[in-house]
């Protein structure tokens, strides 16, 4: 014979436990449904996507006449600006600072061409000088050689 009063209790302790497994299964299941429906609404509703899509749209490519770093942005994206509308500013200190350079290279350039100009006065009176020694000298030889004669 055969022990069907254990079998049976088996198999009822497996129903009890499918019937418990089944709420949490359906209570999984609808959780998954209402997250996946709220990220749905609040993230990708309004989301558009295609494969081939164009916008039809005013734009121009703005570029700078020097090279610089902004320092303040006057317009924001998208915002309408007319001809001649500061867009942004640079920050000075670059040029400021290539200003100072060339500023001290001119003052170094001036002082240069004062002390050439000091040479060039010495160097005029030192050679007047040696003009007239030599002359003194040549004139002194002529008369010693119509002495001599």
Do not use: C, H
């Amino acid at each position: 014979m055969v022990d069907t009063s254990g079998s049976s209790q088996s198999q009822a302790k497996k129903n009890r436990n499918r019937k418990q497994r089944l709420p949490l299964v359906i209570g999984i299941l609808t959780i998954s449904v209402i997250l996946t429906a709220a990220y749905w609404w609040l993230f990708m509703r309004n989301r558009v996507s295609t494969d081939n899509a164009y916008v039809k749209a005013d734009s121009a490519v703005v570029s700078s006449r020097v090279p610089g770093t902004i320092f303040k942005l006057m317009v924001d994206n998208d915002d309408y600006v007319a001809v001649g509308d500061v867009l942004l500013q640079l920050d000075p200190r670059d040029y400021q600072a290539e200003v100072d350079r060339k500023q001290a290279a001119l003052t170094r350039t001036e002082a240069e061409i004062e002390v050439a100009e000091v040479t060039i006065r010495i160097t005029e009176s030192s050679t007047k000088a040696q003009v007239a020694v030599a002359q003194a000298m040549e004139k002194a030889a002529r008369d010693r050689e119509t002495e001599a004669r």
